[in-house]
């Protein structure tokens, strides 16, 4: 089935540590989103791609890494630099720049250890 | 992208209806209605969209009214399954727009036996 595979499910990062999240889809879509989710709150967006090497920043990028290397890959770095990384997040993949929608993983929670 | 008004929350009995309002006063014509649910702890999942026709789907119907400033999402017979967060989205498509999806408070809608 096509679709999109984030992993792990959890993960944990301890202090002044670098985390990769996977995002990993087969649904050849050009465009893949990473977003973040706080408790209550809604989607915020870190980093997209429109097509294979080449990404934009989001609305809240600081402190995060991205790279697209290949079509059906998007993974996410959370640095050290972002000093309030526990959240859940969330890939997404779409057709660009069409009414097409968006499609979600199941997501990643990251928590500070 | 225009914002949305949704109820935070409804209930529903199970095997009846669930009918989900949604305003967007200041939708634009080239801006599309989009949503989507959330089951706790799981990604986005995309239900339905449209720009101002109804629409229907294996999941569900979509009613936009004439003048498009409100929608209505309808689930004909909802199950204990249909218990989630539900997403009203305005969006537009061009190459100002960056693609992201704005989620907001949502409607928690919960089917009751």
């Known amino acids: 089935d096509g679709g999109i595979t984030q992993s792990p499910k959890y993960l944990f990062r301890k202090e002044g540590q670098n985390v990769t999240l996977s995002c990993e889809q087969n649904l050849n879509h050009d465009a893949m989103y990473w977003y973040r989710q706080d408790p209550g709150q809604g989607l915020r967006l870190i980093y997209y791609?429109?097509?294979?090497?080449?990404?934009q920043k989001g609305d809240i990028a600081e402190g995060y890494s991205v790279s697209r290397e290949k079509k059906e890959s998007f993974p996410l770095t959370v640095t050290s630099a972002q000093k309030n990384p526990t959240a859940f997040y969330l890939c997404?993949?779409?057709?660009?720049?069409?009414?097409?929608?968006?499609?979600f993983g199941d997501g990643t929670r990251l928590s500070i250890l | 992208d225009a914002k949305t008004t949704q109820p935070p929350s409804m209930d529903c009995a199970e095997g009846r209806a669930a009918n989900l309002p949604c305003n967007h006063s200041t939708i634009s014509g080239n801006e599309y209605v989009y949503w989507y649910r959330q089951i706790h702890s799981q990604g986005p999942q995309y239900i339905i969209h449209?720009?101002?026709n109804n629409e229907t789907n294996e999941m569900a119907s979509l009613i936009i009214t004439e003048d498009r400033k409100s929608s209505t999402l309808i689930l004909p017979h909802a199950t204990l399954r249909d218990t989630a967060v539900y997403y009203c989205?305005?969006?537009?498509?061009?190459?100002?727009?960056?693609?992201?999806?704005?989620f907001g408070q949502g409607t928690t809608l919960q089917v009751k036996p």
């Open positions: 449209g720009l101002k």
């Open positions: 989205i305005v969006r537009g498509h061009g190459s100002s727009n960056t693609g992201k999806l704005i």
């Open positions: 997404a993949s779409s057709i660009w720049g069409q009414r097409e929608p968006q499609h």
């Open positions: 791609s429109q097509i294979v090497n080449d990404f």
